[in-house]
């Protein structure tokens, strides 16, 4: 773990830590709002791709993502303020000039974004989480869920499955099957910024799997004929809603991804409610979300410099 930060002007702000050496403060300061999935572990297995500080300033906190030379904030500031704002964008303009496009914060909630609008700020939706009742995932009863069902009892016939949590010797096999996966989905996303995901994702996946537990995930794997075949990543958000962040599965296998998340669910049943975010911009995502009937989608906003 880094012991220092290089984080643009620095000296503007009281005091500048790297996020991951300051995990409970940060997790204590930024607990996910109603359920949302913007949690520190979910920001930090991106640790390769962003640079993360939690910083302070004149008694508010910020979270502040570094990616090249810029820099933005992927949660509001708290307090939540106009003045926390105007410091945030203060900032920010120090490092990302004036232009627009760039500077910005967001996962903003409804309340919050209407709080900007009175503070005579334009905010914009960026995104819309996927709620559901555990409950109904975990059981499947009625109509609505047959088609789940009858995946399930395909997969379950047709295969010798076991789901456990990962284990540390499982890595490797996970990246393998992160590789499959990957080569099942980019034939059909040429060109599109889905691909970029994928391929920008998997050093997200293996900082999950690999670190998260430290951070306070959980993963499971599945394995048919002792072959990974699965693997999911979530972690708690709040007392009453868990987090899916990851789920890879070997897409020929019928079933499975029902199986896995399913399965995973009842397990959780202390929490009456699962997030498994947004559909990333992605049309079938999307309707593979629906076909599991969210309870709630939670929209997520972004202010910019007024």
Not at 141 to 166: C, M, Q, T, W
Not at 234 to 263: H, P, R
Not at 271 to 298: C, M, Q, V
Request: one cysteine or more.
């Amino acid at each position: 773990m880094p012991s220092i930060i290089e984080l643009p002007h620095a000296d503007f702000f009281d005091s500048v830590d790297p996020l991951d050496l300051q995990l409970e403060r940060a997790q204590t300061l930024f607990s996910p709002a109603s359920g949302l999935s913007t949690s520190i572990p979910s920001f930090l297995m991106w640790q390769d791709e962003f640079t993360y500080a939690l910083t302070r300033k004149d008694y508010h906190s910020f979270i502040i993502a570094l990616y090249g030379s810029y820099v933005y904030l992927p949660v509001p500031p708290r307090p939540f303020t106009i003045e926390s704002l105007q410091t945030a964008f203060d900032y920010m303009k120090k490092v990302n000039g004036s232009g627009p496009g760039i500077s910005r914060i967001e996962g903003l909630t409804e309340k919050q974004k209407e709080e900007t609008q009175i503070w005579k700020f334009s905010p914009r939706l960026t995104l819309s989480e996927y709620i559901y009742d555990r409950q109904h995932l975990a059981e499947l009863h009625g109509d609505p869920y047959r088609a789940k069902r009858a995946d399930i009892n395909h997969f379950l016939k047709e295969n010798s499955v076991i789901l456990r949590p990962f284990r540390a010797q499982d890595l490797n096999a996970c990246g393998d099957l992160y590789e499959l996966w990957k080569a099942q989905r980019l034939p059909s996303l040429q060109g599109e910024m889905a691909a970029k995901m994928i391929q920008s994702s998997q050093k997200a996946h293996f900082q999950a799997l690999h670190q998260g537990e430290d951070w306070g995930m959980d993963a499971w794997v599945v394995l048919v004929n002792q072959r990974v075949v699965a693997y999911t990543v979530g972690a708690a958000l709040n007392q009453t809603t868990y987090g899916i962040y990851v789920e890879v599965t070997d897409l020929t296998i019928k079933g499975l991804s029902a199986y896995i998340f399913v399965n995973v669910c009842r397990q959780l049943e202390s929490y009456p409610f699962i997030n498994t975010g947004d559909a990333e911009g992605l049309p079938r995502l999307a309707e593979s979300k629906e076909h599991w009937h969210p309870a709630e989608k939670l929209n997520l906003y972004a202010v910019d410099p007024r």
